[in-house]
């Protein structure tokens, strides 16, 4: 059961690369949110009761409904609702996406030992590489975020992969979900100008 | 012998099951199942008119066009029968006979040295460029995971393999050969087949000078490249063991869905802009990218 799931969070991630809008990327990041919530249910066997609990009810609130609104909050907030025009278009994001999952499974084979599962380790890497893709390719600030969520998603995968010897990881991936949070609120604390041009800009 | 002749029949309905699904979509009456074989019929009681640019290319093509077509169909196995045509490494003869038609579809087309048709032309070349991607990754991760390259004994191995997973491969093979059957016969979302608008045609405007008989040999060019499609999806969701009788009617039944989808997707769905096609296109290599890497991963093959 939880390598449908696993497939269906590989193409949510090649959706990433061919969508435009940003309430595309939200949705695919809550859908991201309930995937990674079934597959720790499946894969965690090993982790104690109260443990699972905490982190299945932490993946559904965080992942899944949390950031998304907070995110949903921010694009209504400052009326941008498509990627920047000077992003690099989504046909050779698409391609290096590709060339990223080639590149992930030929790293995650030469990284393989018996600790750690190889597909598991192939999808974070995927998924790394394609959170680096889109902070890389688009120029708006809230593109990068939804990259570096992607990066955080991947981030709880690997934890997952060595999770049934290491449950502390999840815990301190987990961490980083609450870091996401913090660092989205703090976008209606601090106003961001549209228009700065300075690293990254609010609005198109 | 039997996939040949059930590919030729489904193809008969294939035209008329999906003009009767957009009629049902719209309300309206609309013609019966049979009306595309009568006008094809009637087409092929006429004449064809050449244009004077034209040349031997261009009275030439549909035939070679069809031909090629009927020779790939004598590679598609049907149940645990071999198909008429099979030897290792033939979806590679089928791909490049498909390619073949194309390619001669594309210089008559140029042959008539209409700017419109040239255009149609370049972006037939282009789409079915990008879409040769997606069929040859999904058939050799299909051939990695049985461990053979012809279709006969890709699709009669397919489901006794022994492999849980085989699902994932099923439900990605019949997403990749739907997609890739829509935008080779030129269809929605890539391209509208009733767009009355010449520069935003790709397949009719490539066609425009044909008429009569060289036309009807298009058109049924057309549906026997859909049943094609329609059979390599059934064989990725119908194990080939099952009963013969029963085959023949899922087999049947597939291809009516297949038809019935075609024109579901027609009646709902926008066309894609012109220049969101490449993307579309890529993105349909990706997913069969994705059941590449999954069998690569899942059939242990890198680790050994």
Redesign the interface.
């Known amino acids: 059961m939880v ?2 799931l696993i ?1 269906l969070f ?2 949510t991630l ?2 990433f ?2 969508a435009e809008r940003l309430v595309t990327y939200i949705r695919l990041i809550g859908a991201q949110g309930l995937l990674l919530c079934g597959i720790a249910l499946f894969e965690l066997r090993e982790v104690n009761t109260i443990n699972m609990i905490f982190i299945v009810s932490e993946t559904i609130a965080f992942k899944a409904f949390l950031i998304p609104y907070l995110l949903n909050s921010i694009i209504r907030a400052s009326g941008v609702t498509k990627v920047h025009r000077q992003a690099i ?3 050779y994001l ?2 290096f ?2 060339l990223a ?2 590149i992930s ?1 030929l790293l995650a ?1 030469s990284l ?1 030992n018996p600790f750690v599962n ?2 598991y380790m ?1 999808i974070a890497l995927f998924s790394l590489f394609t959170g680096l893709l889109l902070i890389v390719t688009h120029k708006l600030i809230i593109s990068h975020l939804i990259g570096f969520l992607i990066m955080e998603n991947a981030v709880f995968v690997f934890s997952l992969a060595v999770g049934n010897e290491m449950p502390v990881l999840i815990n301190i991936g987990i961490l980083l979900d609450i870091f996401v949070g913090v660092l989205i609120l703090g976008f209606f604390g601090l106003r961001l100008k549209p228009h700065t041009n300075e690293l990254t800009i609010l609005k198109d | 012998m039997a996939g040949f002749l059930l590919i030729l029949i489904s193809a008969i309905f294939f035209p008329g099951i999906i003009l009767r699904t957009k009629s049902i979509a719209s309300g309206r009456k609309g013609p019966g199942v049979f009306q595309p074989v009568r006008d094809a019929s009637l087409l092929l009681k006429k004449g064809s008119v050449f244009s004077t640019t034209t040349g031997l290319i261009f009275q030439i093509a549909p035939v070679i066009t069809l031909s090629t077509i009927v020779c790939a169909i004598m590679v598609i196995p049907f149940a645990n029968q071999t198909a008429l045509i099979s030897f290792e490494g033939d979806f590679v003869f089928f791909s490049y006979m498909l390619a073949l038609g194309r390619f001669f579809a594309i210089i008559s087309a140029l042959d008539t040295g209409s700017s419109f048709e040239g255009m149609g032309a370049s972006r037939e070349a282009f789409f079915s460029m990008l879409i040769e991607p997606a069929f040859f990754i999904l058939i050799a991760a299909f051939s990695m995971f049985t461990g053979f390259t012809s279709f006969s004994d890709i699709f009669s191995h397919f489901f006794i393999t022994g492999n849980h997973y085989v699902l994932i491969y099923s439900i990605i093979g019949f997403y990749v050969f739907i997609q890739t059957a829509l935008i080779e016969n030129s269809r929605l979302p890539v391209d509208d087949p009733k767009t009355h608008l010449e520069l935003t045609m790709i397949h009719e405007v490539m066609i425009l000078d044909n008429s009569g008989f060289d036309k009807a040999l298009i058109h049924i060019g057309t549906w026997l490249k859909f049943a094609i499609y329609g059979s390599l999806m059934y064989n990725v969701i119908v194990p080939s063991g099952w009963n013969i009788f029963l085959q023949i009617l899922l087999f049947l039944g597939v291809q009516s869905l297949f038809a019935v989808i075609v024109g579901l997707l027609e009646s709902f769905r926008a066309r894609n802009k012109m220049n969101k096609n490449p993307k579309f296109i890529l993105s349909v290599s990706a997913i069969a990218m994705i059941a590449f890497v999954i069998i690569l991963i899942l059939t242990h093959k890198l680790n050994q």
Request: glycine share 4%.
């Open positions: 390598i449908y497939v590989v193409v090649v959706y690369a061919s278009p989504g046909f698409l391609i996406s590709v999952l080639i499974v084979d393989v190889t597909i192939t």
